[in-house]
């Protein structure tokens, strides 16, 4: 049977490469007699799991030396409070709100710091960025936050700002969730980087920090210790018993991505799957993506059809084609298809054809 | 070929039936055309997986209705924190020092409340419960914290205190991360337990929480939103993503632990299994367990050669037997045998033949 294709925001699709060689791995993984969620996180096997997960990442990403990469729990939400736990030291930080994961962040850091929004986009309806030259960065922020794609509102920065060009000393930290591994990231503008692994990487439950060295060493002493950077780095993510289940997939994902040829190939894919939705929308005179094209999400689109009451009739149909989790969600209402590295061209084509089947019968 | 025994101290072993079961599942789950990973938590197949998972785990622990069941990230070392960050309100809290895992609650929860050490069996080197008549409560801790099964140490209450009989109206957090699951809890005498699901409810990564309804809504203003027991249970522990594949196999034990008859008769098997492995090393004139018999562990045995200089040679011969991860914790030594849940009889007499052979032979 054919395998549907599953436009989930997140958790989403995964290589089913990757799925079958979990499967064929769960009772005993090379040999070892156990199951890797059976291992002692201590242990060798899954030690050697850990190392080759991290070193494969490092590779891809191109992440250099003088970046810790930490695997961590509780999710992007969780980084929102963990962020200004370890890097406001009870100061300022700004803000660039673009959508709603931005505004979460922004309100979270609240509890610990003096939180400023630099720029919104709330007056566009999450529509368009804000021109960097525009924002009003505090010279005294410790550190600036964006959300470099928004998951829900579909907005997505091209590059990263030059904090220095724009007068600022402050950190970056780029909340990467859901398009981390899709780009490349320029770290040289970067100081830390975190992503909830659910989109690109894996399975919910792991969620993947860069973080300068720098910036370690900093934390606010209500800061609990599994959430204090630098006693997570010196303990290379052990402090506590990792998600060692999720690790070991995102291990799987990240040798998948190196088949396929690395994050530069990937990029030129989710380049040319977008293209192919957006291109279809705008031509199709039925449906309408409203975000600016300077800053459309490659990851996510959410889309409308002309009249909301079809939006049923639009899944169902979806459903039986073996075109799955297209609803959008709550906050913006209509269609969102996410196409994450692990969906395939085919799928962004099977998804215009029904679209454009669709438009021709109700339009 | 036969399944080696694992007596990891967790991760630990599973049942080879749930893992079957999640291998053949992998791809496809109930014909849905999606692996659990990959699906929306918020999506109606996700929810009746937690939905089940939370139903399950009520029925077998016969949790009473004014108990919240939450499903949180972070394991035991984070609810160290997020337990005084929701329950202390700033003031006093009790602890009663049984081993490593108690020890490091205390220590933790210093940074958010005045932390006594209401009682310790330090002197004794971890190895009996102080009674709790002889335990120094502070009339105003807003509750009692105690690791009801010491992992590392083997030491495990046999029965819970009655605060009110002892004069405290103080709460009773308990740590049952390591045997939650193998026998009964007396609720009546519990204000808020935690598990940290990889010893017997499944892979690392999720962690269980009872809440009863009155202790919720009192976090401190640093809480994060993630770990704010009142907002976690307000959502469904859906606030973030939880660690929805981690949530899928719990639920897969919870159901092998129903058709194996519940708790009772599990309760039953692991005082067999564990009788087996005591009675063998009291009466070898070899081993030796350190700890008092009024409170050993069933769950974890830490045990002695006679001379350390045979570990290597014990852990070898038990390795080719197919006997693994039997190795002690380094702060304690020796040797440890973990006999969750999902270990047999047969692989606790596999370990009592291995040792009476490896006595016999260097004795």
Redo the contacts between chains.
């Keep these: 049977m054919k395998?549907?294709y599953?436009f989930?925001?997140?958790?989403?699709?995964?290589p089913?490469e990757v799925?079958?060689q979990?499967?064929?791995e769960?009772?005993?993984w090379h040999g070892s007699?156990?199951?890797v969620?059976?291992?002692?996180?201590r242990?060798r096997e899954f030690t050697s799991i850990r190392d080759q997960a991290e070193a494969d990442l490092r590779e891809l990403m191109a992440v250099p030396a003088h970046f810790k990469v930490l695997f961590m729990?509780?999710?992007?939400?969780?980084q929102?409070?963990?962020v200004p736990m370890n890097l406001s030291r009870g100061g300022a930080a700004d803000f660039v709100v673009t959508g709603s994961w931005s505004q979460k962040s922004h309100k979270?850091a609240k509890?610990?710091c003096t939180a400023h929004v630099a720029a919104s986009n709330d007056a566009d309806r999450h529509t368009r960025i804000p021109a960097p030259e525009s924002w009003k960065l505090d010279a005294k922020a410790a550190y600036v936050h964006l959300c470099t794609n928004e998951t829900i509102h579909g907005v997505e920065f091209q590059s990263l700002p030059d904090l220095k060009a724009l007068g600022s000393d402050a950190a970056l930290v780029i909340d990467c969730s859901s398009h981390i591994a899709t780009r490349p990231i320029d770290w040289s503008r970067v100081g830390l980087a975190f992503a909830?692994a659910?989109k690109n990487i894996?399975?919910?439950?792991?969620t993947i920090v860069f973080v300068r060295e720098d910036l370690l060493g900093h934390a606010l002493?209500?800061c609990?210790?599994?959430?204090d950077y630098k006693v997570v780095a010196d303990n290379d993510s052990m402090?506590?018993?990792?998600?060692?289940?999720?690790i070991y997939?995102a291990g799987l994902v990240f040798q998948w991505l190196k088949r396929q040829g690395g994050i530069a190939a990937m990029e030129q894919r989710n380049v040319t799957k977008a293209q192919l939705v957006y291109d279809y929308v705008d031509t199709s005179g039925y449906y309408r993506n409203e975000v600016d094209k300077s800053c459309r999400s490659r990851m996510n689109i959410p889309f409308f059809l002309p009249d909301d009451k079809l939006n049923d009739a639009f899944l169902a149909g979806a459903k039986e084609r073996?075109l799955?989790?297209l609803k959008g969600h709550k906050s913006v209402g209509g269609m969102r298809a996410s196409l994450y590295n692990a969906m395939p061209l085919a799928g962004a084509q099977a998804l215009v054809d029904y679209m454009r089947e669709f438009a021709a019968r109700h339009g």
Tied chains: 1, 2.
């Design positions: 395998r549907p599953n989930s925001a997140g958790p989403a699709t995964l089913p799925l079958e979990a499967a064929a769960m009772l005993d007699g156990m199951g969620m059976e291992m002692s996180h242990g729990q509780g999710g992007g939400l969780a929102n409070a963990i979270e509890r610990y909830g659910q894996g399975p919910s439950g792991v002493p209500v609990p210790s599994v959430f402090l506590n018993t990792p998600p060692t289940y999720a997939i073996g799955l989790q």
